[in-house]
Structure formats: C-alpha cells, structure tokens
C-alpha cells in the first residue's frame, strides 16, 4: 500500500531483522508496522523526557483552543440545520 508518510533508513544487523521478522508475522503485522509499533511503545514508555519537545505536527495550545471552537462551532451549525430540517418536514405533514 503506497504511503506519504515520511521515510527513515534503518541499518541493522541480520539477527535483529531475523527477530523483527518474526515478531511481525506473529503480531500479523508488516516488518515496517512491528518497527513502528515498538518506536511509538518507546517513545512512550520515555514521555518523562520529552519536556520541552515542541513538534511542528502538534498544535499549540491556543491552536488547539481554535480548533475546539470550530468545531463546536459546526457542531452547533449541523444540529441548527437537522432542527431547521425537521420543523419543515413537520410543516409539511401538517398542510
């Protein structure tokens, strides 16, 4: 499956790519997923040192505030526009 997501040569010996092999298949998983899989479960597993990380994928906090309000910005609107379309079905079930 193509993909757009960015892309990291790794170079490793062969028994650790025999294991990671492995592990894949028994996970059912590719050998890229089961790499992915154990760098995300790191990469948690050491979140006490990441203070003072700032991504340019995260949203800042007041980024995250905007987006809050947009969408209970759209949500407010999607549920005006059901209301709006149900009294018109009831006014016409009742001409």
């Known amino acids: 499956m193509p993909t757009r997501q960015p892309r990291l040569a790794l170079v490793i010996n062969d028994l650790t790519k025999e294991k990671i092999q492995f592990l894949a298949e028994k996970h059912g998983r590719s ?27 995260e949203p800042t906090d ?28 009831k006014e016409t079930h009742h001409e």
Request: proline share 0%; glycine share 4%; hydrophobic share 35%.
């Open 62 to 89: 007041e980024e995250r505030a905007e987006i809050e309000q947009m969408l209970k910005n759209a949500h407010r609107r999607a549920y005006e526009a059901v209301m709006r379309k149900r009294r018109q079905q």
């Open 31 to 57: 050998t890229s997923g089961e790499i992915v899989t154990a760098v995300e479960a790191w990469i948690d597993q050491h979140e006490d040192e990441m203070e003072g990380f700032v991504s340019e994928f």
